[in-house]
């Protein structure tokens, strides 16, 4: 994607997102909330961009990318998919043991599932 390997689309994007969760929480009801989640988004933003020389936030910011940093990256997505795994199945079981149904935890479980055993199969036939 070579949008992505500008040094302007993370920070544009952050102040995008920002704005869409500003929107959310006006909704919502709550001004200072969007505020306050606009501000935090702006000043990711900001950092990113103006981020400089550092070797991490270019290749966050995607114009510092090579291989090393590409690897860098599966690792990190697989270790914050891990957690985010581990953290639906315990919030199912929790659930579970407050005598509810285990939503909207059984549908994110179910989707992680999905979506893994779909790209085995898919990277499978690929490789």
């Excluded at 599966?74 to 957690?83: E, F, N």
């Excluded at 509810?100 to 898919?122: D, K, R």
């Amino acid at each position: 994607m070579a949008a992505a390997r500008t040094r302007w689309f993370l920070p544009l994007f952050a102040v995008a997102l920002g704005g869409v969760v500003f929107a959310a929480e006006l909704v919502g009801g709550d001004a200072t909330g969007a505020v306050i989640a606009l501000a935090i988004m702006t000043a990711f933003g900001g950092a990113i961009l103006l981020g400089g020389r550092s070797e991490t936030i270019r290749g966050l910011r995607g114009d510092g990318r090579d291989e090393r940093f590409r690897r860098i990256d599966i690792h990190a997505t697989a270790l914050a998919g891990l957690a985010v795994i581990y953290t639906v199945i315990v919030m199912f079981v929790v659930e579970l043991a407050r005598g509810h149904n285990g939503e909207p935890y059984s549908w994110l479980g179910a989707i992680g599932g999905f979506t893994y055993i779909a790209a085995i199969i898919i990277f499978r036939i690929r490789g």
